[in-house]
């Protein structure tokens, strides 16, 4: 059952906001605004990893393995990209797909299975 006058005395404010508490609220408002608008042109403006799209120099390998944050892209020359065709880990999937055409590709040995 209903109580007299229960529903004003819930939604009846306690006091009335000031203008200086007003100002602040439009305040904080526009920072984050701005905030989001400044992530979002940093955001586009970074969109490559820088990576891709570059060439590697010779006997270099580029390597993408799955990682916790998506994936990670490593680049391997000379010495360490030659032990890295002959470690077991270039040999497991689910990266042998991938990085054993690229180690045939600059001539490394691949360590039999």
Known sequence: MPLQGHWARVNT??????????LL?????????????ATVIVAIATSGNGTSGTPLAAGCIRVELPST??????????????QFCLSPAANSEPIDTQVQPKCRDQGYAIAPQ
Do not use: F, H, K, Y
């Open 13 to 22: 404010p306690v006091r009335e906001t000031t203008p200086r508490e007003r």
């Open 25 to 37: 609220v439009r305040a904080v408002i526009a920072l984050v605004g701005m905030a989001a608008v």
């Open 69 to 82: 944050m998506g994936a990670v892209s490593s680049d391997l020359c000379g010495n360490t990209a030659r």
